[in-house]
């Protein structure tokens, strides 16, 4: 989602994925920590020109600016296991206050509906993702503790990282 419509985390501001951050060392979130300041520091950020180039292997879509600030707190948090632990947990809280302050009660008008099998799962990571208009190939992306947790529903609504738009994935759960 834009920044218009949720804040910048701590994650964007690493260009780290959220679900992916379990599966990272912490010299993984180290580098992500000098990409960042490389990329966002007023003095050794690279041309505009080179800019582009170096960031759009980072992370496809908007790249907005962090201040050097912004990414140490970032770094300092997500790099600590206990607080990165916390950090989720509020980050939780905020997300569904937001939806609920913002209107969003898991109704959005012109959303594209999927199956989940028409999302491209990776074994790997076990997650499923789904390309998105506004270029990032993997733009939705839904992993296994997304549908528990709307298991009730059998659907799920997913938010691009790269923009504002949302794909409705509905699902079915097998009972063993």
Known sequence: MSSALRPQTHYDVLQLQRHEISGLSEADIKAAYRRALLLHHPDKAPTA?????????????????????????????????????????????DSASWRHVNGYKGTHIGVESFDLE?????????????????????????????????????????????????????????EL
């Open 49 to 93: 020109k080179a800019e582009d180039a170096w960031s759009a292997h980072l992370q496809p879509g908007p790249n907005p600016r962090h201040t050097v600030d912004e990414i140490v707190i970032a770094f300092e948090t997500l790099v600590d296991p206990t607080k990165r632990a916390e950090y989720d947990k509020s980050l939780e809280k």
């Open 118 to 174: 028409e999302l491209t799962y990776d074994e790997m990571m076990n997650t499923w993702s789904k390309g998105c208009r506004c270029g990032d190939q993997q733009g939705y992306v839904v992993t296994e503790p997304d549908l528990e947790q709307e298991s009730q529903h059998g659907e799920i609504y997913v938010g691009c990282r790269g923009c504002s738009l949302f794909i409705n994935v509905h699902f079915a759960v097998e």
